[in-house]
């Protein structure tokens, strides 16, 4: 499974630097892309708490909103990213 591997890969560094915007926001892909909204979700919220400049993370979290027919908060999310 590949996406296993690089998300043990993606772990290692986070471990090294827990607060990397970039490891973390490669991880919500990875998720994402393996249909695990909800670790994603967590992921982007961390990315936000921890950097509200990263600015591309808005979006997909919008999109991620929208998918699980959020539509508030993807709103809202959609116009903090603005």
């Given amino acids: 499974m590949m996406g296993a591997n ?5 772990n ?3 471990e090294q ?3 990397d915007s970039f490891v973390l926001y490669a991880l ?3 998720y994402v892309n393996m249909g695990d909204d909800e670790t994603a979700l ?3 919220q961390k ?3 921890g950097n509200p400049n990263y ?3 808005y979006y997909h979290l919008g999109k991620l909103y929208q998918r699980r027919n959020e539509k508030q908060k993807a709103e809202e999310t ?3 990213g603005l």
């Fill in 47 to 49: 990315i936000l708490s």
């Fill in 78 to 80: 959609f116009n903090d």
């Fill in 55 to 57: 600015t591309g993370t």
């Fill in 28 to 30: 919500a892909t990875e």
């Fill in 17 to 19: 630097n827990p607060n």
């Fill in 12 to 14: 290692n560094f986070l």
């Fill in 6 to 10: 690089r998300i043990d890969q993606l």
């Fill in 42 to 44: 967590s992921f982007y």
